[in-house]
């Protein structure tokens, strides 16, 4: 290659590098990888379905990955990177908590043997949420692909955007809002994802003891389930990272009884409880629509989940396709990753 082509294909490097997220996002379709890395979904569900063997819980954790990426600048494996100063994993609703990393890991390293450079960890968390949403019993959809990943991590924004477990309902509606969510349906339909999974005691251990300061409990959690849940937290100050199901009734099934469980006051997180038992509000009568009927659910679950794993980057942000989930690829790397590059690196 002359010098003069190498200069003109680092200048598309730099005009391309450039490309914003948000442009490369118009495009997302279920059909982004047919002719680059056809077996994608394959691949990633063959690893899940391994990794689900050892850890049941996996499915769960991954559907919540997801979430946790998307609230956060938008659906762009940002919860992924490790770097130290501006890591996401410390945020307050993640620490501890949120899991799967070392599957992602999984996938990424098998993706890159089959296709390098081409599909994005974005991409990833995105189809290995639906296909574990199968693996559970719920229900299959064509994901929307082409998501970039993201050069950046914001901790505080980790921390302040993601729903907390002692909001208030108008609270949870407000963060939907600010991504772009609907307040009713995508808050109930998405909520419906406490349909499997675990929580550790200190997310709900405040509605068993004082819960408000007269050494009193909440009065919207079932006496049954209350006394089952103080054995598993023995107190307020000890077994705070114990675990129990989110549903109590088919703890790793995805189904509707999680909307049957309000009803009877066996929400697990006050937040969960809350869609039911607020008085007057909106989201009680979906809830009773979800109880009755499990194709309800289903079908609105499909459109919130699609809805969410829309939530785009900032519009100035700049993407690549990530050859390691945990890091940003070198600065001087000449394969951004992106689709474009490699069309310009091949003329
Ligand atoms: C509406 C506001 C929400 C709040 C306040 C909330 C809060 C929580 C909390 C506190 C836990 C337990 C974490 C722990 O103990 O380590 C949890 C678990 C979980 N959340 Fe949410 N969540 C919300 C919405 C969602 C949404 C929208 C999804 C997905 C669409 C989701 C999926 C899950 C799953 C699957 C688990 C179990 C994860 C596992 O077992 O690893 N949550 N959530
Ligand atoms: C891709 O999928 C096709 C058919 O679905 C299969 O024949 C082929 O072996 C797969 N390739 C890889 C690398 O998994
Ligand atoms: C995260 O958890 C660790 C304990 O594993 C703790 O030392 C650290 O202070 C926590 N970080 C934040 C930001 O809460
Ligand atoms: C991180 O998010 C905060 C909002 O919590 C915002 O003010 C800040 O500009 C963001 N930082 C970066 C580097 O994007
Ligand atoms: C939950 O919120 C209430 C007020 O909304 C507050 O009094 C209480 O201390 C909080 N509990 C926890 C565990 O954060
Ligand atoms: C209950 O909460 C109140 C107010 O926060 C506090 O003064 C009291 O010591 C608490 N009681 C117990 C048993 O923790
Ligand atoms: C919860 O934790 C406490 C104290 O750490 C422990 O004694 C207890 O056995 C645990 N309970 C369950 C059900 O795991
Ligand atoms: C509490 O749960 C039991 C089943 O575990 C149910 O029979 C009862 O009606 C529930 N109580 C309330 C107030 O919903
Ligand atoms: C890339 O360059 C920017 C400044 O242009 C710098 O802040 C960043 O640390 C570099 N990243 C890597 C992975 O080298
Ligand atoms: C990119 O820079 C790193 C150190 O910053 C170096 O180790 C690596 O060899 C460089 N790669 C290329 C392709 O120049």
Redesign the pocket.
């Known amino acids: 290659m002359s010098v003069f082509r190498h200069m003109v294909t680092a200048l598309f490097y730099v005009v391309l590098i450039q490309r914003s997220v948000s442009a490369a996002q118009g495009e997302l379709t279920p059909t982004f990888y047919d002719q680059t890395c056809p077996n994608v979904t394959d691949i990633i569900r063959g690893i899940l379905l391994n990794a689900a063997i050892i850890d049941p819980?996996i499915t769960?954790?991954l559907?919540?990955l997801?979430?946790h990426d998307c609230f956060v600048q938008g659906c762009d494996a940002s919860i992924l990177l490790d770097d130290p100063d501006t890591t996401e994993k410390t945020a307050l609703?993640n620490n501890?908590?949120?899991?799967?990393f070392e599957v992602i890991d999984q996938m990424k390293t098998a993706l890159e043997n089959v296709c390098a450079r081409t599909v994005s960890c974005a991409d990833i968390v995105a189809i290995a949420a639906e296909e574990s949403v199968v693996l559970a019993g719920g229900p299959s959809w064509e994901v929307p692909l082409g998501r970039l990943d993201s050069r950046s991590a914001n901790r505080s924004l980790a921390t302040t955007a993601l729903?907390?477990?002692n909001?208030t309902l108008d609270e949870?509606k407000h963060?939907?809002a600010a991504v772009g969510l609907d307040t009713s349906v995508d808050?109930v339909a998405?909520?419906g994802?406490?349909t499997?999974?675990?929580?550790?005691c200190?997310?709900f251990e405040h509605r068993l003891y004082n819960f408000t300061g007269i050494g009193d409990q909440d009065p919207d959690l079932n006496e049954t389930l209350a006394a089952r849940l103080r054995e598993i937290c023995p107190s307020p100050t000890a077994g705070l990272s114990n675990?129990t199901n989110?549903d109590q009734t088919t703890p790793d099934a995805f189904d509707n009884v999680y909307f049957k469980n309000l009803q009877i006051e066996e929400g697990l997180?006050r937040?969960d409880q809350i869609l039911f038992s607020t008085h007057g509000a909106d989201t009680v009568e979906i809830v009773n629509d979800f109880s009755r009927s499990q194709t309800a659910f289903f079908e609105a679950f499909v459109e919130?989940?699609i809805r969410?794993g829309n939530i785009r980057p900032p519009v100035d942000a700049v993407g690549e396709v990530r050859l390691d989930c945990r890091v940003v690829n070198a600065n001087n790397s000449t394969a951004s990753g992106t689709e474009d590059a490699h069309l310009v690196s091949s003329t």
């Not at 501890?96 to 799967?100: K, L």
């Open positions: 819980r769960a954790s559907v919540r997801h979430f609703p501890n908590s949120v899991r799967g729903p907390g477990f909001e949870i963060k939907f808050v998405l909520s994802a406490h499997f999974g675990r929580a550790q200190f997310t675990l989110l997180l937040t919130s989940m969410m």
